[in-house]
């Protein structure tokens, strides 16, 4: 018989710039993070471990357990405790061009 490739229904990555729930990134997707809500000793442990607002992170592994990096570290966690971290998708284009100057007019 053939092999049967099994899919898990989950939710599509969201598309860029918008909010989400840590536990829903995939893998490779970089974010900032917003905000660390739950319990007030998950909260205040994920910000000692680096999950503070506007940390740069990004997701290595998707699933059970999550790891993501932050910065040179890399932090492994439980999916339910990563639903509790809310990250914006960033945009890593190139960085914006620099204003256009106007030469100095000469006085002649």
């Known amino acids: 018989m053939g092999r049967f490739r099994w899919r898990r229904r989950?939710?599509?990555a969201l598309p860029l710039q918008q909010e989400g729930w840590l536990s829903d990134w995939?893998?490779?997707e970089e974010a900032l993070v917003v905000e660390v809500s739950g319990r007030s000793s998950l909260a205040a442990r994920l910000r000692e471990l680096g999950l503070t607002p506007g940390a740069r992170i990004r997701v290595l592994r998707h699933g059970c357990p999550l790891v993501v990096q932050i910065?040179?570290?890399r932090l492994a966690m439980r999916r339910r405790d990563a639903?509790?971290?809310r990250v914006r998708a960033t945009s890593d284009g190139p960085p914006p061009p620099p204003a256009a100057t106007l030469p100095a007019a000469?006085?002649?």
Do not use: D, I, Q
């Open 26 to 28: 995939r893998e490779g």
């Open 71 to 73: 910065g040179e570290g």
């Open 83 to 85: 639903a509790a971290v």
């Open 106 to 108: 000469s006085g002649a």
């Open 10 to 12: 989950g939710r599509a």
